[in-house]
């Protein structure tokens, strides 16, 4: 058996497969090393529950066939009752068969770490700081921002599954031209709600919230401020509330963020100075026509950067650097960002300015995040932001719901086109992926109540007979449960929270087709009610799928309803 709770299935299989590879290299004095162990899931169910083509990497090194070496290696392995006698396939593939025992481990596994099962201490030592939505507070959320929104909660709990210590952060740019014309569009929309005549700005943010906050600040603050010119004041009033409303839309979303991060803390703190000046010290910035540049073409960006211009004021780049140095210095071993697709190119000048401070360029990923086109009734709908033509994020969530948005967002890989459909999004059907997810879990739950109703209450599975559990579909089951402590972490390694909602569509297809045979096939029953010992094996299974279907969708941060 595994040697812990926390050892799927998988990781035995390696262990035993490590061993043979040991064992072999050793019997026919290989000074070879140790390669990478893996196991691949074969595409065809025949070829076994799991394969290794080991082998085929050995054999060249060994000067041996790779079907040979297959069989050395098959020989060499010690005995376990958790797979059949390993086969060898030609041209060298090992294929594993999981055997009757491993099916009550599983099961037994999920049981015993509850909440806990998925998690694990892979990354115990390393910090990640998720930076995301970032959007700056010039209005509210719209649809595109919550998608980005929902991938970067999704992966921060995901990474805290993993082992990370997790923190999330919003960063936005209270300064700038973008924030300026915030202000100048409230002092017209406050004059003109006092009254005055004027035309409004033709860059100017033209949503109907800006007629509201200015019909706001004039009910607070009266005339009092018909003479101020300044835009800052306005600025300052229209960012903060406009911080409210955000934070009110991501709480309600259920996200949370650890720290709200202003790009000016950067500047009244010196660090901007503090990141150039460390990257002058070591060489990375050179003067040129007057402007200073960051030697980023060293790091494999397209071309040099300027960081300050020949006026003496700093370029876009020069904070982001300094933000980013600025994390390291908090003690983050890897950072996330997720970010429009719009800043593709500039990942580059990013990486290479952390290199330049003397990190690695693999500690940064950037998750970019496509647009969301929108759709009703089979019709685009064209949106505009600046022109206030968009769609909120509030507006998605009262006509959809949490569930459904969350669920939808995280459907394809970030990169992606998405087309939000709202017909989908509003069907309560199984055609809804959301509720094809969540019906599995409410099924469990139906299926716990009906066996009640007849007497035949699940006893916590302590006493169940789990060798009784031997039909293929059962088997398939545990199978498919012991692979979501590895989707977590994969998951983590890549960044990529669409393996999570797969691995979750899949789990779901095989119980609603468990579920299926066994309306057809009465022998597949999980309520027997002339059985009390299968159907307590049963039950005990479908209290295992119960829980991987909870904590999954806590990982996605949807909830595991019990009724539909």
């Not at 015993?112 to 959320?141: C, H, I, M």
């Not at 019709?379 to 969350?406: H, N, P, Q, Y």
Request: glycine fraction near 8%; charge should be negative; hydrophobic fraction near 40%.
């Amino acid at each position: 058996m595994p040697d812990s709770l926390h050892q799927t299935i998988r990781e035995a299989i390696e262990d035993i497969l490590r061993a043979g590879v040991e064992q072999y290299l050793e019997s026919v004095g290989a000074q070879a090393e140790m390669p990478e162990i893996s196991l691949e899931v074969p595409r065809n169910a025949e070829h076994g529950d799991w394969a290794s083509s080991l082998p085929l990497r050995l054999c060249k090194g060994l000067k041996k066939n790779p079907f040979e070496v297959a069989e050395g290696i098959v020989a060499a392995m010690p005995a376990s009752s958790l797979i059949e006698p390993p086969q060898v396939a030609r041209p060298g593939f090992i294929n594993f068969r999981l055997a009757a025992g491993s099916v009550e481990h599983l099961i037994r596994r999920v049981l015993e770490l509850g909440e806990k099962y998925g998690q694990s201490d892979t990354f115990k030592n390393e910090r990640v700081l998720v930076e995301f939505v970032s959007a700056n507070p010039t209005g509210p959320l719209h649809i595109g921002h919550g998608r980005g929104a929902v991938i970067g909660d999704t992966l921060a709990r995901i990474f805290a599954a993993a082992g990370y210590g997790v923190s999330r952060e919003y960063y936005y740019n209270d300064a700038g031209v973008q924030m300026k014309t915030l202000g100048e569009s409230l002092r017209i929309r406050y004059l003109q709600a006092l009254g005055e005549d004027i035309p409004f700005l033709e860059n100017g943010y033209k949503g109907d919230y800006m007629v509201e906050l200015g019909e706001k600040l004039k009910a607070e603050r009266g005339d009092s401020m018909r003479g101020v010119t300044d835009t800052q004041p306005f600025t300052d009033y229209a960012a903060n509330f406009i911080i409210g409303l955000i934070n009110e839309d991501l709480e309600r979303l259920r996200i949370h963020f650890d720290t709200w991060f202003s790009e000016t803390t950067l500047h009244k703190e010196g660090k901007v100075k503090q990141a150039l000046d460390e990257l002058e010290s070591r060489g990375k910035l050179y003067e040129q026509d007057g402007a200073k540049w960051l030697a980023s073409a060293e790091y494999g960006d397209e071309k040099d950067r300027v960081v300050i211009k020949s006026d003496g004021n700093y370029t876009y780049l020069a904070p982001d650097i300094a933000y980013h140095a600025y994390k390291f210095e908090r003690g983050f071993t890897r950072l996330v960002n997720v970010l429009g697709a719009d800043h593709h190119g500039y990942i580059p000048r990013l990486k290479a300015a952390i290199q330049a401070l003397g990190h690695r360029p693999d500690q940064l990923d950037c998750v970019l995040v496509q647009m969301v086109a929108v759709e009703r009734a089979g019709e685009a709908m064209k949106l505009s932001t600046r022109a206030g033509d968009f769609i909120t994020l509030k507006e998605v969530l009262d006509e959809i719901g949490v569930d459904v948005t969350r669920f939808l967002f995280l459907t394809r890989t970030a990169d992606s086109q998405m087309v939000f459909d709202f017909e989908l999004a509003k069907d309560t059907s199984m055609d809804n992926p959301v509720y094809y997810v969540q019906y599995a879990h409410a099924r469990c739950c139906s299926l716990m109540r009906k066996a009640e109703e007849v007497g035949q209450a699940w006893e916590n599975g302590e006493g169940a007979d789990l060798g009784l559990l031997t039909a293929p579909e059962e088997k398939a089951l545990a199978h498919q449960m012991d692979r979501f402590p590895q989707i977590v972490i994969e998951a983590a390694r890549q960044a990529e929270p669409v393996l999570v909602t797969s691995y979750l569509r899949d789990l779901a297809t095989a119980f609603h087709g468990y579920f299926t045979a066994g309306n057809k096939d009465l022998s597949l029953r999980v309520v027997q009610e002339n059985n009390p010992a299968l159907t307590q094996a049963r039950l005990t299974l479908i209290a295992a799928l119960k829980q991987t279907f909870a904590n999954a969708l806590e990982l996605l941060g949807v909830t595991p309803l019990e009724r539909l």
